[in-house]
């Protein structure tokens, strides 16, 4: 059974740099052919899809965050962890990690989530 486990601060100052980390159990981050993602649900509105980091190290982001979010791995630790860098009030959100093997499918085809992490951004 794989499990992930986010964790990371919950607050987060206007402009700086929000940091989670991904801890998998129960599987590789680097088994063929699975993609690690970031997902984030505002406040009231539905999901959003951040990016990924593949089995083979291979990242995507979202085209709206991309210059702001880096995904990278520790394949020591089977850790994936998030940056997202100049934040505001609107990147309050539920952050997830979760796993899929169609990384650019509907949300249905993630077949692991974490249980999320409350992120709010305030001063």
């Known amino acids: 059974q794989v499990q992930l486990q986010e964790s990371g601060p919950g607050l987060v100052k206007p402009s700086q740099t929000l940091s989670l980390t991904c801890t998998v159990s129960?599987?590789?981050?680097?088994?063929?052919?699975?993609?690690w993602t970031w997902i984030r649900q505002p406040p009231g509105k539905g999901l959003e899809w951040i990016g990924y980091?593949?089995?083979?190290?291979?990242?995507y982001y979202n085209p709206s965050l991309k210059s702001r979010t880096s995904i990278f791995r520790d394949t020591s630790k089977n850790q994936f962890s998030l940056q997202l860098s100049s934040v505001t009030p609107e990147d309050t959100a539920v952050y997830y990690c979760?796993?899929?093997?169609?990384?650019?499918?509907?949300?249905?085809?993630?077949?692991?989530w974490g249980q999320g992490t409350q992120v709010t951004v305030s001063s």
């Open positions: 129960g599987g590789s981050i680097t088994t063929n052919f699975f993609y």
């Open positions: 979760a796993r899929t093997n169609k990384p650019h499918g509907d949300y249905l085809l993630y077949d692991y």
């Open positions: 980091i593949g089995y083979s190290g291979i990242t």
